[in-house]
């Protein structure tokens, strides 16, 4: 339950940060462009601050490239992902909440080019995981939680504006609940974030085949 308990924690404050930053009323101003900075500190924080506990996943993408790569339990998959789950919900109503209940209206995205962006975005976030937290190479690293946040800022100022930048299931449900995704496209960004994080899974077996569970 400690795991569980902490990935609750993470995910929560990550999908707090993209609301507090990313929802902008005339009251209640966000950080704009600076939004994707607030958010990759965030997961960094909450990384070093979790990571020696539930390895710090706070994304069901994640949790299912770990599992694939060998370093979860199958078991463990249905508490991480339902922690992960509930913080997002949890956190979206504080958000939305402190920020007044704006009436917002997510915009539109553009199906194709979002299932892409999405799909490299989190194939570049698990990529780096897997690396730089699971490989026998890089064990013991202080650097894991900044490389960690580092990536999803990247990925969000250089697609952000194409998909929204989730990269996160978690992330999407929540941003959904906040008028942040469109609700009718949210789909876009579930099967491109979970397939992104599959993918890198595949592709870090593949160029490390030595580098097993054990």
């Not at 909450?46 to 994304?59: K, P, R, T, V």
């Not at 999407?172 to 789909?187: D, E, F, K």
């Amino acid at each position: 339950m400690k795991r569980y308990a902490v990935e609750f924690i993470g995910t929560f404050f990550l999908v707090f940060t993209v609301g507090c930053t990313v929802i902008s009323t005339d009251s209640h101003p966000g950080a704009g462009s600076l939004a994707p900075i607030a958010i990759g500190s965030a997961l960094m924080v909450m990384i070093y601050a979790g990571g020696h506990i539930s390895g710090g996943h706070f994304n069901p993408a994640v949790t299912l490239g770990v599992w694939l790569r060998g370093k979860l339990p199958a078991s463990d998959i249905p508490g991480y992902m339902a922690a992960q789950v509930v913080a997002a919900v949890v956190a979206a109503i504080l958000a939305l909440f402190l920020k007044g209940n704006p009436d917002l209206t997510a915009k539109q995205i553009e199906v194709a080019p979002s299932l892409v962006a999405e799909f490299l975005g989190t194939f570049a976030l698990v990529w780096v995981i897997l690396n730089v937290a699971t490989a026998k190479a890089t064990a013991g690293n202080s650097n894991y939680g900044l490389a960690i946040g580092f990536t999803v800022l990247t990925m969000a100022f250089a697609v952000g504006g194409i998909s929204g930048g989730a990269f996160n299931p978690a992330v999407a449900i929540g941003a959904t609940m906040m008028h942040l995704i469109n609700g009718s496209q949210v789909w876009v960004h579930l099967v491109a974030d979970f397939a992104g994080g599959a993918a890198a899974a595949v592709a870090f077996k593949a160029f490390a085949p030595a580098d097993d569970a054990a």
